[in-house]
């Protein structure tokens, strides 16, 4: 059920905090539905669900075939790694800091000023402490500028990052796939949309906002091992931060970081971490004895 849920709200192209909104559920309950905890939820919050959704019970509670096709195409590289996670900024995208540069800019402020206001909300707002129209109203005070929106500035700022999109449709075709990121809420929908990070087929996102938590926090990493749905020495984090990166490995993930201004040079270092298993060579080896006896 879960899972099912889980394929069908990335769909609708909704987070779980979008979701939670249209269908008047607490993110609480939606959470452990889609991470197992509540198997069998009452056939009223389903029918909201579903109602949100705009699909019907059947294929809420039925089989759904992209669940089975996710579910057959995890396989496992030659490092022994079944899922990847990737962080955003610095990875998936390039170039967030110019927001700061462009709010600065326009309000007629300097941008240490802007800096300063952004990093002392910065984590309660990924956290999903404050707002984030109440971090716009804050700015909009301090800076003197009527209805500035952070997140206009952000988005209209980023570029993905050369060769991701490529990398990501691959490896969500050989493995299981996630973003973890400590990020504001709605961005990473608003992002998708607009296709400055790649619209794969996701198998989950960890936003920090959602969970109450930030990377390197241990919170965030159990929730995201739950999630994948396999040993710790399964998943890989790609993230450019090495306090993430530090965090994940003394849990037992496997770790690698990114480098922004060389990512051809990290992408081929991926793929090579990413390498799958050879599966036929069993069938190889059991046809050498058939083939030595025609050349006989």
Known sequence: MGKRLQDARRTAGLTQQG????????????????????????????????????????????TNKHSESSAKRRHRSKSGISFVYFDINGCLVRFYQRAVTKIAHD??????TVETILWHYDD????????????????????????????????????????????????SQQYGIGLMSNIMPGLINSMI???SIPNVDYDTII???????LKPEAKIFDIATERANCNESEILLIDDTRANLMAADSIGWKVLWFDGY??????????????????????????????????R
């Open 193 to 195: 949309q607009q296709k």
């Open 107 to 112: 309000s007629g402020k300097s941008t240490d």
């Open 262 to 295: 060389h990512p051809d040079e990290s992408i081929a270092r991926i793929r090579e971490l990413l390498e799958p298993e050879v599966h036929d060579l069993p069938q190889i080896s059991s046809s050498l004895p058939k083939i030595f006896e025609t050349l």
């Open 207 to 213: 936003e920090s906002s959602e969970v109450k938590a």
């Open 19 to 62: 979701l939670c909104q249209k269908s008047g559920l607490s993110y609480s309950t939606l959470a452990k539905i889609e991470r197992g905890a509540i198997k069998a939820p009452s056939i009223f919050t389903i029918e909201k669900i579903a109602e949100a959704l705009n699909i019907s019970l059947d294929e809420l509670i039925g």
């Open 124 to 171: 309660q707002v990924c956290r999903g402490l404050v707002s984030l129209d109440e971090f716009n109203k804050v700015l909009a005070d301090k800076l003197q500028s009527p209805g500035i929106r952070w997140e206009d500035y952000y988005l209209s700022t980023i570029e993905t990052m050369p060769g991701m999109k490529e990398l990501l449709d691959w490896v």
